[in-house]
C-alpha cells in the first residue's frame, strides 16, 4: 500500500501479480508523486510489466497518475462511466485508455484473476472495487471508509451509498483497502454502513 499525504492521506495499491505484473490500482495526487513510486518499483522488482486500474474520476483513485502510466506505456484500465466523468469534469485530464463497460466490470488474467466490480454508486457514481481472490483482498477505495467522517460528498450518490458499501459483504476477504485510513478488516463495511447512514441522517 502507497499512502500520498497530500493534501490528506490517500491510499493506493501496488500487487505483484502472479505472472509478474505490477498492478497499481489508484494513484497518489500528483504526476511527481506517481514518479516517485515507479521510480521505487523499479528499484525494488527491475523491470517488469505494470498495469494500472483507475477505481473513479477523482485525482487519487488514479486520475492523478495517469499521465505518468501514459507516458510510461503503461495500460490504463477505467470504466467508460469513468472516463465520461472525467470529460465532464475535466476535459484536458489523462483518461483511462483500456475501456469496460461499468455494468460488466472487468475481469484481467494475470496469472492470477484479477477482478474490477461496480458495486453501485457512493463516493461517486463510477466507483469501482477492486478483488484479488487469491489473496482474499479487496481494494474498496473511497467507496469504504475507514474514518468516522463521511469526507467528500461533491460527487457522491447519498442515497445509494450504504446499499453499494452492503454488497460487498458477498467478497470473501480478509483485507479491505480504504481509500484514506489505516484500518482495513472486514469490519469496515459495517462501519462503512454507519458512517454513510449517520451522515443522511444527520446524526
Do not use: Q
Not at 492521506?9 to 505472472?19: E, K, L, M, T, W
Not at 463497460?101 to 472487468?106: Q, R
Not at 474514518?147 to 479491505?176: E, H
Not at 478488516?185 to 454507519?194: E, N, T, V
Amino acid at each position: 500500500m502507497v499512502t500520498h499525504e497530500r493534501p490528506f492521506p490517500a491510499n493506493s495499491v501496488v500487487v505483484d501479480a502472479a505472472d509478474g505484473t505490477l498492478v497499481l490500482v489508484g494513484s497518489p495526487y500528483t504526476a511527481e508523486a506517481t514518479r516517485a513510486v515507479l521510480a521505487w518499483l523499479h528499484d525494488r522488482f527491475g523491470e517488469r510489466k505494470r498495469a494500472a486500474i483507475d477505481t473513479h474520476f477523482h485525482d487519487d483513485a488514479g486520475i492523478g497518475g495517469n499521465p505518468v502510466f501514459r507516458a510510461a506505456g503503461i495500460p490504463i484500465y477505467g470504466s467508460e462511466a469513468t472516463a465520461r466523468l472525467l470529460a465532464e469534469h475535466d476535459p484536458k485530464a489523462i483518461a483511462p485508455d483500456h475501456l469496460f463497460a461499468i455494468e460488466s466490470g472487468l475481469e484481467l488474467d494475470l496469472g492470477e484473476p484479477v477482478k474490477v466490480a461496480f458495486p453501485g454508486p457512493g463516493h461517486t457514481r463510477d466507483n469501482v472495487v477492486v478483488y484479488f481472490p487469491r489473496r482474499r483482498l479487496l481494494v474498496g477505495g473511497c467507496l469504504v471508509k475507514a474514518g468516522d467522517s463521511i469526507g467528500n460528498t461533491a460527487d457522491a450518490d447519498m442515497a445509494g451509498w450504504a446499499s453499494s458499501v452492503a454488497a460487498l459483504a458477498s467478497y470473501d476477504v480478509d483485507w479491505i483497502i480504504p481509500g484514506h485510513g489505516d484500518r482495513f478488516d472486514r469490519g469496515l463495511i459495517a462501519h462503512s454502513i454507519d458512517v454513510v447512514s449517520r451522515s443522511t441522517s444527520g446524526r
